[in-house]
């Protein structure tokens, strides 16, 4: 495949597995935990945590922390920046997918 | 490998991650419980205590509507998921079909007199099934064959010499709780078909 066929469209960080299935999960709900992610991408604390990270500094994803039974909680959620990203991204795929069918 | 090959492979993974969120968004038991428990003993009302069984549906319908939320509300922050949509489709669903169920019976008993008794009874509980059916069918699997279970309890209850509201309440209340004991197996292998995870 060549740039041409739509690979140059797609969003550098979320070509990693972990980093746009986080993205995926995070836009069918208002928002995840870090232990509920880690459960569903069956990822490791530490990879997990450092992907999450490169979201977060992208502002893909907001973060907010709390206690539940005095233990802290982190809470990611979708921002708009990371929706739209997402969005351009899987047309890309879509776009890709569709030039190798061809 | 190569680039179509690592793009299939980044796919397959997010749908199984999907696939397993999917499987394992359940109902927590204790919402089961609840609803089994007001079942049971109103519909054992509608055999020992006619007089009071409207009341008892009518109070208890609202207690168990708010303890339900309050119950799936503190599941989902401990199961560490937070989805509003979902939540209020559940509602709609639960709470605009009986809701629905049972003004569609009283409309009709106000033009069909002997609806006015057990038969409107009767009428409700079918209604009642195909919203349980309905459940089944977005929500949560067993309803598919609880749904049929009560429209078919709704036609037979009339033959039932005693106790046979009883009987179905007891059905409708093991039917409920009985599933929450074989919860499905969800695949934890991120590699894993997502034909695997049920």
Same mark, same amino acid.
Not at chain 2, 65 to 84: L, P, Y
């Given at each position: 495949?060549?740039?041409?066929?739509?690979?140059?469209?797609?969003?550098?960080?979320?070509?990693?597995?972990?980093?746009?299935?986080?993205?995926?999960?995070?836009?069918?709900?208002?928002?995840?935990?870090?232990?509920?992610?880690?459960?569903?991408?069956?990822?490791?604390?530490?990879?997990?945590?450092?992907?999450?990270?490169?979201?977060?500094?992208?502002?893909?994803?907001?973060?907010?922390?709390?206690?539940?039974?005095?233990?802290?909680?982190?809470?990611?959620?979708?921002?708009?920046?990371?929706?739209?990203?997402?969005?351009?991204?899987?047309?890309?795929?879509?776009?890709?997918?569709?030039?190798?069918?061809? | 490998?190569?680039?179509?090959?690592?793009?299939?492979?980044?796919?397959?993974?997010?749908?199984?991650?999907?696939?397993?969120?999917?499987?394992?968004?359940?109902?927590?038991?204790?919402?089961?419980?609840?609803?089994?428990?007001?079942?049971?003993? /109103?519909?054992?009302?509608?055999?020992?205590?006619?007089?009071?069984? !409207?009341?008892?549906?009518?109070? &208890? *319908?609202? %207690? =168990? @509507?708010?303890?339900?939320?309050?119950?799936?509300?503190?599941?989902?922050?401990?199961?560490?998921?937070?989805?509003?949509?979902?939540?209020?489709?559940?509602?709609?669903?639960?709470?605009?079909?009986?809701?629905?169920?049972?003004?569609?019976?009283?409309?009709?008993?106000?033009?069909?007199?002997?609806?006015?008794?057990?038969?409107?009874?009767?009428?409700?509980?079918?209604?009642?099934?195909?919203?349980?059916?309905? /459940?089944?069918?977005?929500?949560?699997?067993?309803?598919?064959?609880? !749904?049929?279970?009560?429209?078919? &309890? *709704?036609? %037979? =209850? @009339?033959?039932?010499?005693?106790?046979?509201?009883?009987?179905?309440?007891?059905?409708?209340?093991?039917?409920?709780?009985?599933?929450?004991?074989?919860?499905?197996?969800?695949?934890?292998?991120?590699?894993?078909?997502?034909?695997?995870?049920?």
């Amino acid at each position: 495949m060549t740039p041409s066929n739509g690979l140059d469209k797609l969003d550098p960080l979320l070509q990693h597995r972990s980093r746009l299935g986080a993205l995926v999960l995070l836009s069918g709900a208002d928002a995840m935990n870090f232990t509920r992610l880690r459960e569903l991408l069956a990822e490791s604390d530490g990879n997990l945590g450092a992907q999450l990270r490169k979201l977060e500094e992208a502002q893909y994803i907001e973060v907010c922390k709390e206690f539940l039974d005095r233990k802290p909680v982190s809470w990611y959620a979708l921002s708009a920046r990371g929706r739209q990203a997402l969005k351009a991204h899987l047309r890309a795929l879509e776009a890709v997918i569709k030039s190798a069918k061809v | 490998m190569t680039e179509s090959h690592q793009l299939q492979d980044d796919l397959r993974f997010v749908r199984n991650a999907v696939s397993r969120r999917d499987s394992s968004s359940r109902t927590p038991p204790a919402i089961y419980y609840v609803v089994a428990a007001y079942v049971l003993i /109103g519909y054992a009302m509608i055999d020992v205590m006619p007089r009071y069984c !409207g009341l008892f549906f009518l109070v &208890g *319908g609202i %207690l =168990v @509507g708010v303890v339900s939320a309050q119950i799936g509300g503190r599941a989902a922050k401990r199961a560490g998921e937070q989805d509003a949509i979902k939540s209020r489709s559940e509602a709609l669903h639960w709470l605009g079909g009986i809701v629905l169920a049972l003004l569609s019976t009283a409309a009709l008993a106000a033009i069909m007199p002997p609806l006015r008794g057990t038969m409107g009874s009767q009428v409700l509980v079918v209604m009642i099934g195909i919203v349980y059916f309905l /459940g089944g069918v977005h929500f949560e699997r067993h309803f598919l064959w609880l !749904g049929p279970v009560l429209i078919a &309890g *709704g036609v %037979l =209850v @009339g033959f039932v010499p005693h106790y046979g509201w009883t009987l179905l309440g007891l059905i409708i209340a093991l039917g409920l709780v009985v599933p929450t004991f074989f919860p499905p197996r969800i695949s934890l292998d991120p590699n894993a078909d997502s034909s695997e995870v049920r």
